[in-house]
């Protein structure tokens, strides 16, 4: 039953057909006025939920059975991987597995949103990327024939009247070579922007799909990424070259010079792209017996240290309890200083994949980028203080933050400087955090994301989505303070334990492989790895920086 418009449009009760609606029953699908919904409660036989009519939750639009008129596919066959209808069940799906099919819509409509993602943030822009080099080669190539063109003229000059015909036959040449060129590049052109135009209308045919949430459509949908993360071949040209020859008139063809052939190829793209859950495997390399400590740094800080960050192998940024952050050298000589400007010291620094240091301000409640030596405060917090961060290897942000009330914590993940994702409770909706204030994050190659909890004396690992893996808490009796953390080329998640002057190696799995303890470690904080999986570790009081060798550099 829908309810009856009136002359000025106003949507009645589906009861008395005389009041305007206000409210929607979500079992029966029927919405009701406030002086009927008292009557429809009384029907003690069903469960009926009634919510405000703006709360109402779209009707599902299951996908008419193709077998079955007049049926429609309110089941989803997990093993035949189809929607089914009751009929369908009783016929060829008896004893499989079956769900609501509203149950699989979210994970399709997921693939779909990423497919989406990846076409519109990174298959696109490339393809917009190449036709914008094909352009610029093309301006290039242009000079590079005018050259031409102007070095046969002055030849032709030398040789006045009796070489005009050779000049002319040189030109007609030059332009043929160039027409063929330009035609290879215009073909190719083409090619590009025909892709263009099909990417802008897959992409639009899926937004299409995800706001119809026509189940029908999105479960038929094919995704064709795959096939368009291999980019076009690119245009390989040899450019024809000029060798002028000293003048004779009796070989004036041999002699006036002679134009190199114009050769065109394509050749496959070395950098193929690979989708966003393609993880190239890494060289193993095991643990070493007895790390090796390479070098100690003294970073001539007066106060104490609290985090590393390397830019690469030879540099590293340093903060602690003044407002000076220091990018220095292995020999600890000093390349560059920021200084912050709330006069409040940084809490924990992060280098994005550019290059660019990133710092938390706990006093202002803000994340700020430090780019060209100029500070910007790229995300602001109001009822939450921000604390430790990392970057991800997609150049995300992972932070840690508190509560104003110091009762709660919890992770956000920004992308762009834009919060995409909270991870705060566990399944059963209990804090997978501590409300302490050491709270070190890292993520690793698997995508988990790793936190140090120091209130709560254990290191809390959750998958991608936020759902919780396992928790370390310790390899002996002694206490355990893991402070510092970090992950390295084989997912070994590895953790300062302030306490016991130690690092924990574990691996990916929260299985405990061994200590690192004997290099003189006091009071260890923050950690890193270089690009070659060597350690740095900021020892609290000393202020001093170890770089630890602990991996094989044997394959």
Known sequence: ??????????????????????????????????????????????????????????????????????????????????????????????????????????????????????????????????????????????????????????????????????????????????????????????????????????????????????????????????????????????LPSFSPQKIKTDQLHEMFGSLSPLSISTEEHGDTMKSPEAVSSPPVKPLIDKPRLIATINTGYACRLHSVRCLDEDQFWTCGENITMMLLNLQGKQLESITIKSGDRPVDIAVTRDGYLVYTDYHFKTVNLVKNKQIQAVIRLQEWTPLHVCTTSSDDLLVTMLSLDETQSKVVRYAGFTETQTIQFDDQGRPLYSSGYFKYITENRNMDICVADGKANAVVVVNQSGQRRFRYTGHTKKPFNPRGITTDSQSHILTADFDNHRIHILDQDGQFLRYIKNCHLRAPLGICVDIRDNLFVVELDTAKVKKIQYLSTQC
């Open 1 to 238: 039953m829908y309810p009856r418009l009136s002359a000025q449009d106003v949507l009645l009760c589906d009861s008395c057909e005389t009041f305007s609606l206000q409210c929607h029953c979500e079992l029966c699908q029927i919405n009701l006025c406030t002086n009927c919904v008292g009557k429809h409660l009384l029907d003690l036989s069903k469960r009926h939920n009634v919510v405000p009519f703006k709360q109402k939750k779209p009707t599902p639009n299951y996908p008419e059975c193709p077998k079955h008129a007049d049926k429609h596919c309110e089941l989803y066959c997990e093993k035949c991987d189809v929607p089914v209808c009751s009929i369908c069940v009783s016929n060829k799906h008896r004893g499989h597995i079956l769900c609501n099919v509203l149950k699989n819509l979210d994970s399709m409509t997921q693939r779909l949103q990423q497919d989406l993602e990846e076409l519109e943030t990174r298959i696109y822009p490339r393809y917009n990327e190449m036709s914008s080099d094909f352009q610029t080669e093309k301006a290039q190539i242009e000079t590079n024939y005018r050259k031409l063109t102007t070095a046969t003229d002055q030849q032709g000059e030398i040789l006045h009247q009796e070489i005009t015909a050779i000049v002319n036959q040189r030109k007609s040449e030059i332009e043929e070579m160039k027409t063929k060129h330009m035609a290879a590049l215009e073909k190719h052109t083409g090619e590009i922007t025909h892709s263009i135009t099909e990417l802008k209308q897959i992409i639009l045919n899926l937004k299409t799909i995800l706001k119809s949430n026509d189940i029908s459509l999105i479960s038929t949908y094919k995704s064709r990424n795959n096939e368009l993360r291999r980019l076009p071949p690119q245009v390989r040209v040899m």
